[in-house]
């Protein structure tokens, strides 16, 4: 009997690579996408597990009188001390990948779902995806667009960049890479993959 279970395919890519842009392209295609950073966010509010956890580890103040997550407060405690940062994945990375098994349960008659994440290689889920795909773009480039999207300043952005692996670490691992420098298109490049991906 043929196993009909989707390929799960990752795709990573440093801050302002625009690996949102690249995972829309692949959407168009009928690929369902999970998207595991807003789904962090989500869990970190609403899975009873995981708050529990969350309060144990970093006080039941983290979280206020209303029961929500006081990000900011958070934030500040993860973004100074790395030890600190660690613990707060090993929670919340297992929880995303199992809210991720039970997501890609739904379609299994699609060739692939897409798990999109900024850490795929970094919390070490990529282990357990059948092939990765990674979104590269030059420094400077991902500057200028994280500094015309959100509201922070060059520092801050670094700051994010440098608790990141380097790219070249990431494309050595990865299985596809896109180019996303403002000089290639994008969607020749997606075609080529997911012509790639419907042959495996």
Known sequence: MQNTSPLQVGLTGGIGSGKTTVSRFFDTLGIPIYYADNAAKWLMQNDSILVSAIKTAFGEDIYNHDQVLDRQKLASIVFNDLKALRRLESLVHPAVFRHGQE????????????????????????????????????????IQRVLQRDNTNKEAIEARMDKQWKDERKIELADFVIVNDGTQFLIPQVLKIHKQLLEL
Do not use: C, N
């Not at 349960?105 to 995806?129: C, D, H, N």
């Open 103 to 142: 997501w890609a349960a739904q379609y299994p008659e699609v060739p692939y779902i897409i798990r999109e994440a900024a850490l795929t290689f970094e919390s070490g889920s990529y282990k357990m995806l059948d092939k990765v795909i990674t979104v590269f773009a030059p420094k400077e480039i991902r």
